[in-house]
């Protein structure tokens, strides 16, 4: 063996060589902070989110080929890399040499919103297109599995990609031989282009055409190192860790004799996070580098035999070629493989995970055990003693010694044997979201009947998710041995399985009567499968299926994404140099994609910089009774730890958005995650491992206030309760035909945004001035705040913003009170502090959207009028007020969305609780507040007997009309959205598809929903809404435009130079323009005023699918009409709409918090929280813009289009209960349908109520301890 070997890689073409390597150091921080190639993001250190993506490509001397593969760089260990050659998005281009197709297609595709997720994209595409220079769209989906984006809905980035495929604009789907462009693929009549509108947003033929013979070689150094293979083992050391690489057979044995307890790393997706996020440290990794007998692929008469460290992207591969060589009867087990390879992880986790280490890590949800488990594969072990063979069963799964590998031993190969005739294996799963999410419950079924009898023979069935480890049923399978395939036998199983594989109610991970119905579902499911192939290998002794079955066995709806867009035309008559009305890229765009754009976090670092973190309360209510601080201070590069007696007690003008008036807590917590201290230290790692040691005794204190039915119970409430009433509903409740009571209850939301929390402070050195460079949406409370702080005027603080990574409502007051603390620190020392915001950190400490309880009485005549409406709102506010009572306001003043209720009363709360306060999101109560009055519509509509679209209809607003607030309101365009979105959706034709449907397939159905939107724009406040902008021209005719405006994403900078460049002519040289703000008020006493100045409108239609099996849904088809006024840019703006309906589709659908019953917050990353991902996007989406009509006195008539989209998301919702209406008539269940938002997989599937659901068990409320309260 080597010690202290030189690790050597090439990134970007360029030779890296390092001595001294510290093998805790992954790639990410290596590009960003040793290299300085920040282009490559940080958004989660988990593998999860594909900002971090890199290529990796690596020559294998054997086969001569050249293996690319996209990787998380904050995965990668760097010791890993020896020879292989990193290409970040740095290396494919950048506007100081050429840019690279992919990236000047995503740019002028609008692919980019705050950019923080381009490179990630760039490099995903990139590698595919390596690989495959013409790739289908099948290809181009997984491709991009693995990153998400969190502003642009990914329709302009899929637009973008497609430009590369050979057909490209063609969904590809030739179903009933007819493909999309030639026909809507309903059949139904699309968009044509006018002289007025127009349907694309980019032009191809300007795109820079994919000439692969450009791309970076692979450096002939690491071939000629490669084919030489003469090196030794390679040892890498630092004080706490040695990493090292065996490159033969012989020393890795070798080495795991020396270190039996080092982890033998391969693709580091376990060990990685688990060291990371679980805190287990390995003071000795082994990591075999291109060991030849560990990556084998045999094909054995019995079976195939892989190697261990064959990655799950080659296991893929390879199992589809085989699948596609090999008969059927033969490959059972490869298909089932295969399935769940699909989704399994993102392709950059799969190219990275191998194998071997998926099977010996045994998570409890892993896809491919309960397969390999049921059949019958073997693992092939080798230690210095010999090799050995044990079987891959539950026994190894449970991890049990006689049956488990030893510590000296590896594995190295495992064998898959062919199935047999007879011989039937199925793969199932259900996860929150359909891919790149860990299954909820998945499962692995074999069956054998040994001939064409019928009689089981052989049964083997394993689980997923549903414990401590892969849960076989072994004994249930025992005692179904002998009995016929028959509806019989699936009942006895579904029983005697239930019994075996059970789950406690406070089982981890919650969710316990899904699992144990999906557990039974699954099994249905096989039962099909098989009785449908016996049928057909069969049809004389086999039974046809009962026709209400069928639909059991077809996977959901599954096409290309088609979408189609229609805005208007600039004005003709408008100057040919003048922009407005034209859909001009993001003036970022070419520097997202290339990664030039500077994000705080990028900027180098300063001289002397310190890094502060965070210690934050592990408790929900508690007495602090002591903090000791003196471990954590005497560690190595720690310079302080700040507590809440270090830091004055702040006041601002905007005292009202501060949680406290401490900004760390001393003497008691009121949340978990609340802030206690603050370490500074040297560098970012001593800064963490120090945060670490710092101990805090504290004394629980009752209550402990979570939900809001507790905050209820308990009165916790922030004054004042806030009300508003119109009309005289007491009167009115006397004439209606019918009253009814409700209510309904919706979770939060994470911002997730994909740049977390950051700031770098730098005191200046005199005049106590400092600078404060954020990621933040208000940097004038920052400046406030931090002033405070600081105890010096404002004008010494001078605060930089760039540009924001994401905001979404969540860079408002939580990175004031962070930023203020930074800077303490800052002026402190007098050094510069840098703050950057771990994701688990940020989810945990920053809060996020107001779950809301929403209770409602209405009161309504037969056809569906409602004459008279009580509401009670009620916010989960948190532990402090923030801005939890101006939700609440917002809420009250635009509840009633689009309708003309004419008595009108309700009432709004902000409770007080135990949890990390909530702020402001997108839509600020209006997704909350629009989501309790439709449930309540659609109710009214179930009690009528009437379709929900026609008592949303007979409700709306009537064109001249006054607001509960008594504000005028014309709706006309509200109006002609909702027809125009019933006509472009062909509504009515859909509709009777969908019963059609509907009536024909009883374990899947469809949906329908269409909601108007009436959005209103203001804040209740002329100050809120006041602007002010600078203009200065030089002298060369280069205009610098200085203004309030923060760039997020929405592309502000953009329509401010479009507007800017249009005036050019007429002013002066140096201008300030400045606008005091709408008119906006509101008298809470009187519930009387004007507090919009307008309102947005639109209208959206949605169509889902459901399988009621596994509560899994697709989204077919989105239509949305909207009033943009005239638009200034069309591209930003439909980015903006599409954008803000994919995140309030995720809000309330799959977008789910989880806290403990002791307040702790599971879900702080995106293996946990699912955002919107490709695949959930509907595979079609319809846009269009309503033609300009009305003169507003805003900026060029155009509208604001931020928030109001995410609304339009609860047509999906609205969609899937209308699916679940649909099940529950057929399964003789009629009469209003309550359900809660988010419609996660849980919910549909307990709502579609059958045999199975009826035969699980249930637990007695209060008989358990749940894993999660719904707060
Ligand atoms: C973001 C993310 C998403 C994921 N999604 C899914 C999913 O949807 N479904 C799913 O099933 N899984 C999922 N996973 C888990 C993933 O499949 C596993 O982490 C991966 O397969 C482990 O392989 P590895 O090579 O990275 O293992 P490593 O982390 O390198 O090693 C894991 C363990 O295996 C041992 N080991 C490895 N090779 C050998 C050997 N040859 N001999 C002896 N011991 C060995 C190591 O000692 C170590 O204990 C996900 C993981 C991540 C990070
Ligand atoms: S930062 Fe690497 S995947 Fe999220
Ligand atoms: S543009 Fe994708 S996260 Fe912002």
């Not at 011989?423 to 199932?428: G, L, P, R």
């Not at 009121?670 to 001593?686: F, R």
């Not at 077919?1116 to 909207?1122: A, C, L, P, W």
């Not at 099940?1223 to 419609?1239: D, T, V």
Request: proline content about 6%.
């Amino acid at each position: 063996m080597e010690g202290g070997a030189e690790l050597l890689f090439y990134v970007n073409g360029r030779k890296v060589t390092e001595k001294n390597v510290d093998p805790e150091t992954m790639l990410l921080p290596y590009l960003r902070k040793k290299l300085r190639l920040t282009g490559t993001k940080y958004g989660c250190g988990g593998g999860g989110c594909g900002a971090c993506t890199v290529m990796i490509s690596r020559y294998n001397p054997i086969t001569k080929k050249i293996r690319h593969y996209p990787a998380n760089a904050c995965l990668t260990p760097i010791c890993s890399l020896y020879g292989a050659a990193v290409t970040t998005v740095e290396g494919i281009g950048s506007t100081k040499t050429r840019i690279h197709p992919v990236q000047e297609r995503i740019a002028k595709c609008h692919g980019t919103q705050c950019g923080f997720c381009t490179p990630g994209m760039v490099m995903s595409l990139y590698t595919l297109l390596r690989n495959h220079p013409e790739p289908t769209l099948t290809q181009l989906n997984d491709a991009l599995g693995g990153n998400l984006c969190r502003c642009t809905g990914y329709r302009p980035i899929i637009n973008a990609c497609k430009t590369f495929c050979k057909t490209s604009g063609c969904c590809q789907s030739k179903e009933n031989g007819v493909c999309c462009l030639d026909q809507g693929i309903n059949g139904l009549p699309e968009f044509e282009e006018g002289n007025e509108t127009s349907l694309k947003l980019f032009s191809e033929e300007e795109f820079l055409p994919l000439d692969p013979t450009q791309e970076l070689i692979f450096p002939p150094e690491l071939m000629t190192m490669a084919e030489k293979k003469t090196q030794k083992t390679r040892i890498f050391g630092s004080d706490r860790m040695t990493w090292i690489s065996p490159v033969t057979l012989k020393e890795l044995l070798e080495a795991k004799v020396k270190y039996p307890q080092a982890p033998v790393v391969m693709g580091n997706t376990s060990v990685g996070p688990d060291m990371k996020f679980k805190g287990i440290f390995h003071p000795v990794i082994i990591s075999p580098d291109r060991i030849e007998e560990l990556s084998v692929v045999n094909y054995t008469d019995n079976g195939l035999t892989l190697g261990a460290a064959v990655s799950l992207a080659e296991v893929k591969d390879i199992l589809a070629n085989v699948t596609r060589k090999l008969p059927e009867e033969k490959t059972q087990m490869y298909h089932a493989l295969l399935k769940h390879l699909e989704t399994l992880a993102g392709p950059q986790i799969r190219n990275m995970a191998s194998l071997g280490g998926h099977i010996v890590s045994r998570h409890p949800d892993s896809d491919l055990n309960p397969l390999l488990a049921v059949g019958n594969c073997t693992l092939n072990l080798l230690s210095k003693e010999g090799r050995r063979q044990i079987p891959l069963n539950e026994q190894f799964l449970r991890k049990c010694p006689s049956a488990d590998l030893k510590p000296e031993e590896i594995l190295i190969s495992v064998n898959i044997p062919y199935s047999r005739k007879w011989e039937f294996v199925s793969a199932f799963r259900q996860a929150q979201r359909q891919q790149n999410a860990l299954a909820i419950v998945n499962s692995g079924m074999r069956v054998c009947f040994g001939k064409g009898d019928g009689i089981i023979r052989e049964l083997s069935i394993a689980y997923g998710g549903v414990g401590p480890t892969t849960i076989l049923a072994n004994n249930s399978c025992q005692k179904l041995i002998g009995r016929p395939w028959n509806e019989e036998m699936l009942d006895a199983a579904c029983r005697l399985i239930l019994d075996e594989v059970s789950l406690p109610g406070s089982a981890p991970g919650g969710r316990v009567e899904f699992k144990r119905t999906l557990i039974v579902s699954f099994l249905f499911k096989f039962y099909l499968e098989v009785s449908q192939i016996l049928k057909g290998m069969d049809p004389v002794h086999y039974p046809s299926l009962a026709s209400k079955n069928e639909s059991a066995l077809e996977d959901l709806h599954s096409r290309h994404y088609w979408s189609t867009l229609k805005y208007q035309n600039a004005d003709p008559k408008q100057l040919s140099q003048d922009p407005v009305g034209h859909p001009i890229m993001h003036l970022s765009g070419i520097k997202h994609a290339t990664g030039e754009a500077v994000y705080c976090d990028d900027m180098p670092v300063v001289d002397r910089e310190l890094f502060l973190t965070f210690v934050t309360s592990s408790r929900a209510h508690a007495k602090i009774v002591s903090i000791d601080v003196s471990a954590a201070l005497s560690l190595p590069g720690v310079v302080d730890i700040l507590t809440g007696e270090h830091l004055p007690s702040i006041t601002t003008t905007f005292d009202f958005l501060t949680d406290a008036d401490q900004l760390l807590s001393t003497d008691e917590v009121s949340c978990v995650g609340q802030l206690v201290c603050a370490v500074i230290a040297d560098s970012e790692v001593q800064a963490r491992r120090a945060a670490q040691q710092v101990k805090i005794v504290y004394q629980d204190l009752e209550p402990v206030i979570l939900t809001i039915e507790e905050a209820i119970q308990n009165k916790s409430f922030f004054e004042p309760e806030r009300k508003l009433e119109y009309g005289n509903v007491d009167e009115a409740f006397k004439v209606v035909d019918q009253i009814l009571e409700g209510e309904i209850h919706m979770g939060g939301q994470e911002h997730f945004y994909m740049e977390t929390q950051s700031m770098l402070v730098v005191p200046k050195g005199e005049d106590r001035e400092i600078d404060v460079y954020v990621s933040a949406q208000f940097p004038k409370y920052i400046q406030d705040i931090t002033a405070s702080v600081l105890k010096v005027s404002a004008n010494k603080v001078m605060c930089h913003v760039k540009r924001v990574g994401g905001a979404f409502g969540g860079k408002v007051t939580k990175t004031g009170v962070l930023a203020a603390i930074t800077a303490f620190a800052a002026n402190k020392h007098g050094r510069p502090v840098r703050c950057i915001l771990e994701r688990g950190e940020d989810i945990l400490i920053t809060g996020g959207r107001h779950p809301y309880l929403g209770k409602y009485k209405a009161g309504f005549m037969n056809d569906g009028r409602i004459l008279a409406l009580d509401m009670e709102h009620y916010n989960n506010a948190g532990a402090f007020l923030d801005e939890s009572l101006f939700v609440i306001e917002m809420g009250l003043l635009k509840l009633e969305n689009a309708y003309k209720f004419p008595n009108l009363r309700c009432r709004g709360w902000a409770c007080r609780t135990n949890l990390p306060s909530n702020t402001a999101l997108r839509g600020f109560g209006f997704p909350q507040a629009g989501l309790i009055t439709e449930a309540c519509i659609t109710e009214v509509a179930a009690k009528c007997g009437l379709p929900p679209e026609k008592v949303r209809m007979i409700n709306m607003y009537k064109e001249i009309d006054q607001t509960p607030y008594k504000q005028e309101i014309n709706t006309k365009n509200l109006t002609q959205c909702w027809k125009e979105c019933m006509a472009t959706s062909s509504y009515t034709l859909r509709k009777a598809a969908v019963e059609k449907f509907n009536s024909e397939n009883y374990w899947k159905k469809k949906g329908l929903a269409m909601v108007p939107l009436k959005y209103p724009i203001g804040l209740g406040s002329v100050a809120a809404g006041q602007a002010a902008a600078l203009v200065h021209i030089y002298l060369d005719g280069s205009v610098l435009v200085t203004h309030g405006g923060i760039e997020m994403g929405q592309g502000v900078h953009t329509k401010m130079i479009q507007a800017q460049a249009a005036f050019n002519e007429s002013i002066s040289l140096s201008a300030t323009g400045y606008f005091r703000g709408y008119e906006s008020n509101i008298n809470w006493e009187t519930g009387e005023g004007h507090p919009f100045e307008y309102f947005v409108y639109g209208a959206a239609c949605s169509e889902v699918e459901i399988d009621c099996l596994t509560g899994a849904h697709k989204n077919i088809r989105t239509d949305i009409v909207m009033d943009v006024g005239y638009s200034i840019n069309p591209a930003l703006d439909v980015g903006q709409i599409e954008g803000a309906f994919i995140q309030g589709m995720g809000l309330y659908t799959i977008e789910e918090l989880n806290y403990s019953p002791q307040g702790v917050l599971y879900t702080r990353g995106p293996n946990q929280y699912k955002i919107p991902a490709i695949c959930d996007i509907p595979m079609e989406l319809h846009i269009s813009f309503l033609p300009p009509s009305e003169n507003s006195n805003t900026l060029y008539s155009s509208k604001g289009l931020g928030e109001s989209g995410i609304f339009l998301g609860c047509s999906v919702f609205f969609a899937i209960h209308d699916a679940i209406r649909a099940a529950r008539q057929e399964r003789g269940l009629p009469g209003p349908l309550r359900l809660n938002s988010p419609l996660t997989p849980e919910k549909i599937r307990m709502a579609c109520e059958d045999k199975f659901t009826k035969m699980i068990p249930r637990d007695e409320p209060g008989s358990y301890v749940p894993w999660s309260v719904p707060i």
